[in-house]
């Protein structure tokens, strides 16, 4: 025992030069078996006494043996024991096997570090023999200082010359010269680095450059030995590195595949581990079905019941009185809502407060035909007795109506689910984001006797001109608001508009069957000029006209009466014009009659003075048309819906469906791949016709018949107006991206004009250069938005 409480140190004792050799053999042999089993002394490894100048004594010394008690106290000098002299020899001949093991062991080492070693190493150890028992631990000399402290042992001392800067990123030595620091806090300065040529040299003349690599940590070149190779062999082909390890070993059975009859634990099972059977589960499941009718009572239930019945009992005359609602198989019904009591208003003497002025009185008579927006619905009267109230006239309507809710109600319990308001409005952007935009009323053009249907601007956005039921066709200046001149014709003006083209100066105006081509004689009188001279001879014409196209229409020069007020060329028609549009080049225009049939829509050309019928049959009663601005297209609006038709192929290109009762209008995107659509059934649509032949959107913004629509031509905004005497103005955003959406965003509602014969707005239009907006109205006037 005293043996192993003693401080041992081993070291390799000296074997002679054939041993040696034969151990040198026998390493080379091994080598290629296995090149990574260089089995390391664990004796050897002295890191943990770096620098400790130790002495250590030999077996052989007899000066050091000593006498101690259980604590570790020196009593004295000893001699050893039988009993003790067995035990040694046995301790030493484990440490002899032990040294042998670590003989051959490290004879797979290389033969240079054994030359390298130290005297001091060299000294063997006296081996004890039964002979000499005696207990005593080894002294080596002291080590050379001259001399390395750990030559030639396996330590951790080699990464003295390592960088021991740390797991940092490398990088940041980029700029230096060094690459770390040693254990001495000294700079690892950097290898010299060689360009491409000095590696290209290097890899023709150096015959071991295929087994070098670079450290990373100390940018050092490292020689990669025939182990290495081997081991990295190895790894690359997926094979276990080390090859003494056998894959197919037999399996060694650790642990007991017999499932022991009696439990380590005698801890009760969990609940979880019980199993019931299928019977006594449906019988579990009956007894709780049982129970949640009302079949199964609890033994306080039955008490209860045995209560009741000893007490009096009581009948009731009808069965139904107790089950009528078990009957209509209402279970938990909901009370019907009960009416709010009257209150002062309904007196029939009402404080003073409560009767209506005359602001109040028109504003209750404003919503006649919405009664449901009225604050009350009825209007309270004053009374000197109760004796002079008559009958409510509505009293047996509204007691029908109430009944009839009563009975139409689903009286049940729902699960409501509450959805915020605000999370179903989409995000739009806010309107200070998209200006400009008209926003205020800044002149009303007063002058016309009845209500103005149609409203158009001048090219260049300097005069306007309008057309009323008075008969008669005003022209105004924008600015002022003056008007400069005015036309009168024999019958109602149902439409204006002005030549798009900026090079002449042309108002067609539709007035009963005839169209009117004016010169209005504003503006430029080069422009006036030139305009007279195209209009005043008819261009000579070899085509010879159907007898179709003649009862349609004629072609004349305008009286001498009607050529002072203007009027240069008549086209007249066979039936009333309703609507008149020009192409985007001012040569082409079209009319609509109604009352057509398959003559409703007709297209002239200003230049050769002629008139075209472009369907030999109706598709419907046609509303109104309009020319596409780029392409050689032609939309027809009948009642329900829109028609595009290819004008040089002659062809129908497609069939817009808007699923609405009455078209009132439509208005085309500048570009030519959107178009809006007005409806009297107080929507708006808006069509992409690249997308489908269905809205993309409907808008329901107006709360009356919707009359008119226009896209501007420059800013990305569009308008209607409706007989609900507003105007709005919303923003309409087209990209150039197909894959993005139109952005639609409605901005604002401008409610100016006056209702008159249940019309509001009739037309708007408009500035061709300036977000500025102009209405025509029931009430005679036309206003401008700025």
């Not at 060094?178 to 010299?192: E, M, N, Q, T, V």
């Not at 007490?311 to 198989?329: A, N, Q, S, V």
């Not at 809502?337 to 407060?353: C, T, V």
């Not at 509303?623 to 329900?640: D, G, Y």
Request: aromatic share 8%.
């Amino acid at each position: 025992m005293a043996k192993k409480s003693a401080i041992k140190r081993k070291v390799k004792a000296p074997e002679s030069i054939n041993e040696q050799a034969s151990v040198s053999e026998q390493s080379e042999n091994e080598e290629d078996e296995d090149l990574l089993q260089a089995v390391k002394d664990p004796g050897e490894d002295t890191t943990d006494d770096e620098g400790i100048d130790q002495e250590y004594q030999s077996d052989t010394s007899d000066d050091l043996l000593f006498e101690s008690d259980e604590e570790g106290n020196y009593l004295g000098r000893k001699e050893a024991s039988s009993g003790e002299d067995e035990q040694g020899e046995e301790d030493d001949n484990d440490d002899e096997e032990e040294e042998d093991e670590d003989e051959e062991e490290s004879g797979s080492s290389d033969d240079d570090a054994k030359d390298d070693q130290p005297s001091g190493s060299k000294a063997t150890l006296s081996k004890t023999t039964g002979d000499s028992s005696n207990i005593a631990v080894a002294i080596p000399p002291r080590r050379d200082p001259s001399k390395p402290e750990y030559e030639n042992s396996d330590t951790s001392d080699e990464e003295d010359i390592r960088n021991t800067v740390g797991n940092i990123p490398m990088h940041w030595y980029d700029e230096y010269k060094h690459i770390g620091y040693d254990w001495d806090a000294k700079k690892i300065i950097k290898p010299p680095k060689g360009d491409q040529i000095d590696d290209f040299l290097r890899k023709i003349e150096d015959p071991d450059f295929w087994r070098t690599v670079k450290d990373p940590q100390t940018g050092q070149e490292v020689l990669l030995t025939d182990e290495d190779i081997a081991l990295i062999k190895r790894v690359n082909s997926a094979r276990i590195p080390n090859p003494e390890h056998n894959e197919y070993e037999p399996w060694i059975e650790w642990f007991s595949s017999q499932v022991e009859k009696m439990p380590i634990k005698n801890v009760p099972d969990h609940k979880r581990s019980f199993l019931p059977s299928v019977s006594e589960k449906k019988k579990v499941s009956r007894m709780v079905h049982a129970l949640k009718m009302g079949w199964m009572k609890t033994t306080e239930e039955v008490e209860r019941d045995k209560q009741q019945k000893r007490g009096p009992k009581f009948y009731m005359l009808w069965e139904t009185d107790t089950g009528r609602e078990h009957i209509r198989r209402i279970h938990d019904p909901v009370s019907a809502p009960k009416r709010d009591l009257p209150g002062h208003a309904e007196s029939y003497n009402p404080p003073p407060e409560y009767l209506f002025d005359a602001k109040e009185m028109k504003e209750w008579l404003k919503y006649k035909d919405e009664p449901h927006k009225r604050k009350l619905h009825f209007m309270p009267q004053k009374f000197k007795s109760l004796r002079e109230v008559p009958a409510y006239s509505r009293f047996l309507r509204e007691r029908f109506l109430r009944c009839l809710d009563l009975y139409l109600c689903p009286r049940a319990k729902r699960v409501k689910l509450n959805i915020d308001a605000e999370y179903l409005i989409p995000k739009l952007p806010s309107p200070r984001d998209l200006q400009p935009f008209p926003t205020v009323e800044s002149l009303v053009y007063r002058g016309h006797t009845d209500l103005v249907r149609s409203v158009s601007v001048e090219p260049k956005g300097e005069y306007i001109v309008s057309g009323s039921d008075d008969k008669t066709v005003k022209i105004w200046e924008i600015a002022t608001g003056r008007c400069i001149r005015t036309i009168e014709t024999n019958d109602v003006v149902r439409c204006v508009a002005w030549c798009p083209n900026a090079k002449l100066s042309i108002i067609a105006v539709a007035t009963g069957t005839r169209l009117l081509l004016i010169n209005p004689k504003v503006g430029d009188k080069l422009l006036v000029k030139k305009t007279d001279d195209l209009l005043a001879e008819a261009p000579s014409s070899d085509v010879i006209e159907s007898e179709r196209i003649k009862t349609a229409v004629q072609w004349s020069n305008a009286e001498p009466e009607e050529q002072e007020k203007g009027v240069r060329v008549v086209i007249t028609h066979f039936k009333p014009i309703r609507q008149v549009t020009w192409h985007g080049r001012g040569d082409y225009l079209a009319t609509v009659m109604p009352e057509g049939a398959n003559r409703s829509a007709l297209i002239h050309q200003l230049s050769k003075r002629r008139s075209q019928i472009p369907f030999s049959k109706s598709k419907g009663l046609i509303q109104c048309v309009l020319f596409h601005p780029v392409k050689p297209c032609f939309f027809v609006a009948t009642q329900h819906n829109i028609r595009i038709y290819d004008l040089v192929k002659q062809e129908l290109i497609k069939k817009l469906l808007t699923n609405s009762k009455w078209i009132s209008g439509m208005s085309i995107h500048p570009k030519g791949d959107n178009l809006l659509v007005s409806t009297y059934d107080k929507k708006m649509l808006w069509f992409d016709l690249d997308l489908s032949t269905k809205p993309y959107q409907t808008m329901r913004l107006h709360r009356n018949a919707v009359r008119s629509i226009a896209f501007h031509l420059r800013y990305p905004l569009f308008a209607s107006g409706s007989d609900d005497q507003a105007v709005i103005v919303s923003h309409g955003m087209v990209y150039n991206d197909l894959l993005q959406n139109p952005l639609i965003v409605p901005l604002k509602k401008l409610q100016t004009h006056e209702k008159r014969d249940e019309f509001g707005v009739l037309d708007v239009n408009w500035h061709p250069v300036q977000p500025w907006i102009f209405s025509t109205g029931a009430d005679c006037t036309i206003r401008l938005y700025t």
